[in-house]
């Protein structure tokens, strides 16, 4: 599990099933008077507790499980995210109709407001439901709940940058010192010829600074020779490095010091 898969919608869930947890234990009725006895919560009720309570709360589990596991299973056929979602929105639906029908089976001929358990459920089912919805279609719910940790300042372009966790591996220099692009000598001190010119790429932008960047989302990186499959894909919750600006995409470099393009850049987070 990468917990720093989570997203912000993720974090909304999560308050929220707290929250209904929290107003399955108070008054679901609001009377005064001896009359009302014994004042009853959601677990004196088991439709109400099902139908609301424990529903979101089992809503939530369902998402962030989704977005934690590397492959979630699907549950009758539907992923578990959007089983999840649609629960979350059962459960918001539930709690109006409970709010308008406080008493539900309870016995007597009082007619009692609804109490402090189930408006504060019905509270914590509709920001369930936003959140659980929300982190499917709004931006700013879908931005990663944990930054990436701030790494150290960048090496110098052409330096070793540091390794561990969320750094790109160092680079290794080939046999011999030997760098790329560099002709090889010949048997006897002479260079070697150079061989046909490679397709032409476009140019670094020169003031170019290399920086630690992470993705919101997993994206793809493409080969530098404009290969249409990927080479890689750049998961959220690490550092990269950006070693030259291609165009509108980056020149990134991974953990074991391959190199591709990253074509979209809306939205990473610099270090």
Same mark, same amino acid.
């Given at each position: 599990?990468?917990?720093?898969?989570?997203?912000?919608?993720?974090?909304?869930? $999560? @308050?929220?099933?707290?929250?209904?947890?929290? +107003?399955?234990?108070?008054?679901?009725?609001? /009377?005064?008077?001896?009359? /009302?006895?014994?004042?009853?919560? !959601?677990?004196?009720? *088991?439709?109400?507790?099902? *139908?609301?309570?424990?529903? *979101?709360?089992?809503?939530?589990?369902?998402?962030?499980?989704?977005?934690?596991?590397?492959?979630?299973?699907?549950?009758?056929?539907?992923?578990? *995210?959007?089983?999840?979602?649609?629960?979350? $929105?059962?459960?918001?639906?539930? =709690?109006?109709?409970?709010?308008?029908?406080?008493?539900?089976?309870?016995?007597?001929?009082?007619?009692?407001?609804?109490?402090?358990?189930?408006?504060?459920?019905?509270?914590?089912?509709?920001?369930?439901?936003? @959140?659980?919805?929300?982190?499917?279609?709004?931006?700013?719910?879908?931005? &990663?709940?944990?930054?990436?940790?701030?790494? !150290?300042?960048?090496?110098?372009?052409?330096?070793?940058?540091?390794?561990?966790?969320?750094?790109?591996? !160092?680079?290794?220099?080939?046999?011999?010192?030997?760098?790329?692009?560099?002709?090889?000598?010949?048997? @006897? =001190?002479?260079?070697?010829?150079? @061989?046909?010119? +490679?397709?032409?790429?476009?140019?670094? !932008?020169?003031?170019?600074? &290399?920086?630690?960047?992470?993705?919101?989302?997993?994206?793809?990186?493409?080969?530098?020779?404009?290969?249409?499959?990927? $080479?890689?894909?750049?998961?959220?919750?690490?550092?990269?490095?950006?070693?030259?600006?291609?165009?509108?995409?980056?020149?990134?470099?991974?953990?074991?010091?391959?190199?591709?393009?990253?074509?979209?850049?809306?939205? $990473?987070?610099?270090?």
């Amino acid at each position: 599990m990468n917990i720093r898969s989570l997203t912000r919608g993720d974090g909304v869930v $999560i @308050g929220a099933a707290v929250l209904l947890f929290i +107003a399955s234990f108070l008054d679901t009725i609001d /009377c005064s008077g001896a009359l /009302c006895g014994d004042v009853p919560n !959601a677990w004196d009720n *088991g439709s109400l507790l099902l *139908g609301v309570y424990l529903a *979101g709360i089992i809503s939530a589990v369902l998402i962030v499980l989704s977005h934690l596991l590397p492959r979630p299973p699907k549950l009758l056929g539907i992923e578990l *995210g959007h089983f999840g979602i649609a629960l979350a $929105i059962f459960t918001a639906w539930s =709690g109006l109709g409970a709010i308008f029908d406080p008493a539900g089976s309870f016995n007597g001929e009082l007619d009692p407001d609804a109490g402090t358990g189930l408006i504060l459920g019905f509270v914590a089912a509709l920001v369930l439901a936003a @959140g659980a919805v929300g982190g499917q279609l709004v931006p700013a719910l879908k931005a &990663p709940l944990l930054g990436a940790p701030r790494p !150290a300042a960048p090496a110098p372009y052409g330096g070793q940058p540091q390794s561990g966790y969320g750094y790109p591996g !160092a680079q290794q220099q080939p046999y011999g010192g030997q760098q790329p692009g560099q002709s090889q000598p010949s048997y @006897g =001190g002479q260079p070697a010829q150079p @061989g046909p010119a +490679a397709a032409p790429q476009p140019a670094p !932008a020169a003031d170019f600074a &290399p920086f630690w960047f992470a993705v919101p989302v997993a994206r793809p990186l493409y080969g530098e020779d404009g290969s249409p499959t990927p $080479i890689a894909e750049l998961a959220p919750g690490t550092w990269y490095l950006a070693v030259e600006q291609r165009g509108s995409g980056l020149i990134a470099q991974t953990q074991d010091g391959r190199r591709g393009v990253l074509q979209d850049t809306s939205g $990473i987070q610099r270090g």
